[in-house]
């Protein structure tokens, strides 16, 4: 995106360390491996799945690629999360009556009840994260962030295209059999799955 004729040089950087990117990848990962650490020992999650299982509860019911557009995470690696929470019993699966190749995913009762512990602790660790910033600070950081956020998304839309239109394009509808193949079986307990990391939305705390 060219500057606008008003805008102002930038300053130049001294290294690395003030480049724009490598600031929010770095908050990204202390806020991962912190997040991590707790939300793995409390709550038998990775981050990975704390935040698709916290998109889909967010957007339910929604498709594979409704979550792909949301979190920008590859379809078949996304795939694999999804199968792991309905294998665990957090996420529960029906096909669409338009297309029975397309699946909509929501919560399980119990799915409900752990995002909402989950989502309990990080509110209070959002708490503590903010805590040196006061209530206009945050209302201001949050606001640039999205707008900030904005133009990230317009930038990879015009160089990669939307991860719908890169599904229809490729002619990959969700495939139901093999989310219900993977989903066989009785419902494993969320501790009993390796917690390795398997997605991440880039946010610090999680």
């Given at each position: 995106?060219?500057p606008?004729?008003?805008?102002?040089?930038?300053?130049?950087?001294?290294?690395?360390?003030?480049?724009?990117?490598?600031?929010?990848v770095r908050?990204?990962?202390i806020?991962?491996r912190?997040?991590?650490?707790?939300?793995?020992?409390?709550?038998?999650?990775?981050v990975?799945?704390?935040?698709?299982?916290?998109?889909?509860?967010?957007?339910?019911?929604?498709?594979?690629?409704g979550?792909?557009?949301e979190?920008?995470?590859?379809?078949?690696?996304?795939?694999?999360?999804?199968?792991?929470?309905i294998e665990?019993?957090?996420?529960?699966?029906?096909?669409?009556?338009?297309?029975?190749?397309?699946n909509?995913?929501g919560?399980?009762?119990?799915?409900?009840?752990?995002h909402?512990e989950?989502l309990?602790y990080?509110?209070r660790?959002?708490?503590e994260?903010?805590?040196?910033?006061?209530?206009?600070?945050?209302a201001?950081?949050?606001?640039?962030?999205?707008?900030?956020?904005?133009?990230?998304?317009?930038?990879?839309?015009?160089?990669?295209?939307?991860p719908a239109?890169?599904?229809?394009?490729?002619?990959?509808?969700?495939?139901?059999?093999?989310?219900?193949?993977?989903?066989?079986?009785?419902?494993?307990?969320a501790g009993?799955?390796?917690?390795v990391?398997?997605?991440?939305?880039?946010?610090?705390?999680?």
């Amino acid at each position: 995106m060219p500057p606008r004729p008003h805008d102002a040089p930038p300053r130049r950087p001294r290294d690395i360390r003030d480049m724009l990117m490598y600031r929010i990848v770095r908050l990204a990962k202390i806020g991962d491996r912190t997040g991590q650490l707790v939300i793995s020992r409390r709550f038998g999650l990775n981050v990975g799945d704390w935040r698709v299982l916290g998109a889909i509860h967010a957007l339910a019911p929604v498709t594979l690629a409704g979550l792909a557009r949301e979190l920008y995470i590859d379809k078949g690696q996304l795939s694999r999360t999804v199968s792991g929470l309905i294998e665990t019993g957090l996420v529960s699966h029906r096909a669409s009556t338009s297309d029975r190749r397309q699946n909509f995913f929501g919560t399980t009762a119990r799915g409900r009840k752990l995002h909402g512990e989950v989502l309990a602790y990080i509110t209070r660790r959002n708490v503590e994260l903010l805590a040196d910033l006061d209530a206009a600070e945050q209302a201001e950081f949050f606001r640039l962030l999205d707008k900030i956020g904005a133009t990230f998304a317009r930038s990879y839309d015009e160089l990669f295209g939307t991860p719908a239109r890169q599904d229809e394009e490729a002619g990959r509808p969700t495939s139901r059999s093999r989310i219900a193949r993977k989903a066989g079986g009785a419902p494993k307990r969320a501790g009993e799955r390796r917690n390795v990391g398997r997605a991440s939305a880039g946010a610090a705390g999680s």
